[in-house]
């Protein structure tokens, strides 16, 4: 009976957060042994973008590498993978909260198209693959396409000399848009993918310009475009 309550309130907004990080090796896989970027993208339950920073780890819990989000919870790293190894992301969260995340498993076998040097005159991209799964595919040629809008802007076809193989993609005359670059296999599969956002073309100039400053309700509008 001379128990005595305590209450209170307490703020629990920023207490914990629940958060959702993906990544996204460049080309759509992580290749033992290759150099690629990854992409990743952190989201709160609200659906919007949270600043975070992080760190690699492998199985022996050594840091591999650090990163931060550029923006918007967006951002990328570069990792090279060893074959068998597992590795992890560490996520620290806005209130310091950390949470761990898998990585996706390196293959010991693929071949992917990523993107180098973007200019106005044309794109580098490049074919890359181990150099144990190089020797099994040496000679064999591969098909790369680049569409935009549906439309195709570029074909090839590629043979491996090299575990590394860079091509020029000429977008002199093309429009300012989003080019879906895809991967085909000696046997007409697809198995790589990438998307490029290509902005270096001019942008239309375009000037309205109406007949008056002013008008009635429900007047009509004239305009005049050049």
Do not use: C, W
């Amino acid at each position: 009976e001379n128990e005595t309550s305590l209450v209170g309130e307490f703020p629990l907004k920023d207490a914990l957060i629940d958060a959702d990080v993906q990544f996204f090796p460049e080309g759509g896989d992580l290749l033992a042994g290759v150099a690629k970027k990854v992409a990743f993208k952190a989201v709160g339950a609200d659906g919007k973008g949270l600043r975070v920073k992080g760190k690699v780890v492998d199985s022996k819990k050594s840091v591999i590498t650090e990163f931060a989000d550029l923006g918007l919870g967006m951002g990328y790293f570069t990792l090279l993978p060893n074959v068998g190894e597992q590795y992890k992301a560490v996520i620290q969260l806005p209130n310091g909260q950390e949470k761990v995340f898998d990585l996706p498993q390196a293959k010991s076998e693929g071949i992917n198209v990523v993107i180098g040097k973007i200019s106005k005159e044309a794109i580098q991209i490049g074919l890359v693959a181990g150099d144990e799964y190089f020797k099994t595919i040496q000679n064999e040629p591969y098909y790369i396409f680049g569409q935009m809008n549906g439309h195709l802007i570029y074909g090839a076809q590629a043979t491996m000399k090299n575990a590394a193989l860079n091509l020029t993609v000429p977008v002199k005359d093309i429009p300012n848009g989003i080019i879906q670059f895809t991967l085909i296999s000696p046997q007409g599969k697809a198995i790589s993918e990438r998307l490029v956002f290509y902005n270096h073309a001019e942008n239309l100039q375009i000037g309205v310009q109406s007949d008056k400053s002013s008008y009635k309700q429900k007047e009509a509008v004239k305009l005049s475009l050049t």
